[in-house]
């Protein structure tokens, strides 16, 4: 079993920063993958962006450029620095970890941007 806990959600004007932060523990292992989706209200959840253990990333086309993951490893953490913040990037946040056939996810992080 892995547990993953979110931070750094919040309200932001458009235009504004946030950095989410996510802390994975329990069963480890070092080949996987992790990343970020969202679920607005009324809509399907999305991918934001993912890393590898290696660190190779991916975005969706609505947040590249303005969104950065990161991992550190040692930590067994990821972090989504979300710049540029914009009314539509308003929903929960999730993060995701995948190792081979099995995926968990975290319990979700609000962010709100307001115009």
């Known amino acids: 079993q892995v547990q993953l806990v979110e931070s750094g959600g919040g309200l932001v004007q458009a235009g504004g920063s946030l950095r989410l932060s996510c802390v994975a523990s329990g069963s480890i292992f070092s080949i996987n993958i992790m990343g970020w989706y969202r679920q607005a209200p009324g809509k399907q959840r999305e991918l934001v962006a993912f890393?590898?253990?290696?660190?190779?990333?991916n975005y969706a086309d609505s947040v590249e450029g303005r969104f950065t993951i990161s991992r550190d490893n040692a930590k067994n953490t990821v972090y989504l620095q979300m710049n540029s913040l914009k009314p539509e990037d308003t929903a929960v946040y999730y993060c995701?970890?995948?190792?081979?056939?099995?995926?968990?996810w975290g319990q979700g992080t609000q962010v709100t941007v307001s115009s």
């Open positions: 890393i590898t253990s290696g660190g190779r990333t």
């Open positions: 995701n970890y995948k190792w081979g056939l099995h995926t968990y």
